[in-house]
Nanobody, 116 residues
Framework: VQLVESGVGLVQPGGSLRLSCTAS????????MSWYRQAPGKERELVAS????????EYLDSVKGRFTISRNDAENTATLQMNLLKVDDTAVYLC??????????WGQGTQVTVSL
């Protein structure tokens, strides 16, 4: 099983960044896909989730209206489009897959830095 994130970057406040998570080794379409983030000295927090089928999504209040999560079951990918980035969005972003029988997989994380 692998979850590989891509899209590491340094952007200025107000900028945009797109993170992708490519999955392999499990039946992607049956899994809830989520993005978490963890900033230095802070607890890991759930940023966005998308359920199988893609019709239901959930977002952290502070990112609503700025971030969009999506999935492509044909390509086994989950994407997080991040717009209007703020300095407070700086963190390591991690992809998560949660599925049947409480299976739970994590990517290695990718650094997002928002700074002037």
């Amino acid at each position: 099983v692998q979850l590989v994130e891509s899209g590491v970057g340094l952007v200025q406040p107000g900028g945009s960044l797109r993170l992708s998570c490519t999955a392999s080794g499990f039946t992607f379409r049956y899994y809830d896909m989520s993005w978490y983030r963890q900033a230095p000295g802070k607890e890991r927090e759930l940023v966005a989730s998308i359920l199988p089928g893609g019709e239901y999504t959930e977002y952290l209040d502070s990112v609503k209206g700025r971030f969009t999560i999506s999935r492509n079951d044909a390509e086994n990918t989950a994407t997080l489009q991040m717009n209007l980035l703020k300095v407070d969005d700086t963190a390591v972003y991690l992809c998560n897959a949660r599925g049947p029988r409480n299976t739970d997989y994590w990517g290695q994380g990718t650094q997002v830095t928002v700074s002037l």
